[in-house]
């Protein structure tokens, strides 16, 4: 029995999808809101959908312009379901060596994931193969 084309390819979908959520890292994400200077790109904007790694993440600089598929995944303070359901993907644009979580968020990025009022969430991330040269809302 021959397999059609739309189903082998649903089903490689579905196999890339699981294989990309046994790949994500669990941590924690903040968010801020002041976007320029950063740390990779100095005084150039680079949109509103973009990170700072913390120091774990950072490797002198190494991780400036590599994408993220970010997804809330629950509290870490009192703030009842903060999620949203939805994932991002984010450009790293900058250093975060003292903001408390394991991506520090734009917050327009973290307003996709999660409720801003949690502060702090537990996420899942993992680096993607895409390439976002300039994004904005």
């Known amino acids: 029995m021959t397999i059609s084309k739309s189903i082998l390819l649903l089903l490689l979908g579905v196999v890339a999808t699981l294989f990309s959520i046994v790949l994500a890292t ?69 250093h975060c060596p003292s903001c408390g979580g394991t991506l520090d968020l734009s917050k327009e990025a973290f307003s996709t994931i999660a409720n801003p009022v949690a502060g702090v969430i537990k996420i899942d991330y993992a680096q993607t193969s895409r390439y976002l040269k300039h994004a904005s809302l």
């Open 26 to 94: 669990p941590g924690t994400a903040t968010f801020y809101t002041s976007y320029v200077p950063s740390a990779c790109y100095g005084s150039t904007p680079q949109g509103a959908i973009i990170a700072a790694a913390s120091d774990p993440l950072w490797a002198g600089g190494k991780i400036c312009g590599k994408t993220f598929n970010v997804t809330c995944t629950g509290p870490t303070n009192p703030v009842p379901h903060p999620c949203t359901g939805r994932s991002i993907v984010v450009k790293i644009v900058d």
